[in-house]
């Protein structure tokens, strides 16, 4: 079975822009023992900004273009390094792709993306997909990595798409500030009432938020992707996810109204 993993990068980094170096070794041997289970993975995984951030020890999230891009280079080398270092002591082999707007929107250029992941996939490797966030402007950028990993899951033909954040899916209410609030753990229909209930951005490194994961739920839906949202602390839930279990929040994997 064919699945996208995406993590942002409230899972790979703390606040600070450092490594969760628990998070992210956990992480990569879940994945790891996935792999060798027979599932075909590719990661999206933020976190270039982040780590970049960390890296230069800036204290705040750059807001110039200029600034962000030369950020993301330096982030996304030590991002790729990590990946290639853990990945490696389970014995396998990490590809790096970065992506724009453009890559996917044209035909030829997408085309083109999907034979190299299938090459990739044959040889037993692991893509890690990244928006090119060093060459990516504003009139060129997919903008979050939540609908990034929704595109490549509808390319690639995935089942699965599960979104690993630092929620543990959609709630009722916000529950940062809402005692009450319940976890929906399956939603058939993005309603607009199911709409209402996503706030704005999640965290002050990442950019995405419940909008953008329900956006990548209609799109995944469209072209019958499941989305599973669920909390990337203990990457574990993946073994559960990926078993059919009640965890965090599953949407149907159908044409959303
Ligand atoms: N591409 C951005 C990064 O690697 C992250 C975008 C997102 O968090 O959605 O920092």
Redesign the pocket.
């Known amino acids: 079975m064919r699945i996208v993993v995406k993590v942002?990068?409230s899972t790979l980094a703390y606040a600070t822009g450092h490594l969760n170096i628990r998070h992210m070794e956990s992480l990569v041997k879940v994945l790891s023992d996935l792999k060798n289970a027979g599932y075909e993975i590719i990661l999206v995984?933020?976190?270039?900004?982040?780590m970049g951030m960390g890296k230069l020890s800036l204290g705040a999230r750059p807001e110039s273009l200029s600034l962000k891009q030369a950020v993301?280079a330096v982030?996304?080398c030590e991002?790729m390094h990590t990946y290639d270092r853990l990945f490696t002591e389970y014995n396998h082999t990490v590809a790096q792709i970065l992506l724009t707007a453009e890559d996917v929107r044209e035909d030829g250029r997408r085309e083109n993306f999907i034979n190299t992941v299938e090459q990739l996939l044959e040889l037993g490797a692991l893509p890690v997909v990244?928006?090119n966030?060093t060459v990516a402007t504003s009139e060129l950028t997919i903008?979050?990595?939540?609908t990034?990993a929704a595109i490549v899951a509808v390319c690639i033909g995935a089942k699965e798409l599960i979104l690993l954040s630092d929620i543990d899916g959609l709630y009722t209410a916000d529950p940062r500030t809402c005692g009450g609030a319940r976890l929906i753990p399956r939603v058939e229909e993005i309603t607009p009432e199911i709409e209402a209930l996503a706030g704005g951005a999640g965290s002050a490194s990442?950019?995405?938020g419940m909008v953008?994961k329900l956006k990548a739920a209609r799109i995944a839906g469209a072209h019958g992707c499941e989305t599973v949202i669920a909390n990337g602390r203990d990457p574990s839930v993946l073994y559960d996810i990926l078993d059919g279990r009640e965890v965090g929040t599953r949407f149907a994997g159908k044409e959303q109204p």
């Open positions: 942002g990068t995984s933020s976190g270039a900004v982040g993301a982030g996304q991002l990244n928006e966030d903008g979050d990595n939540d990034l990442g950019t995405g953008t």
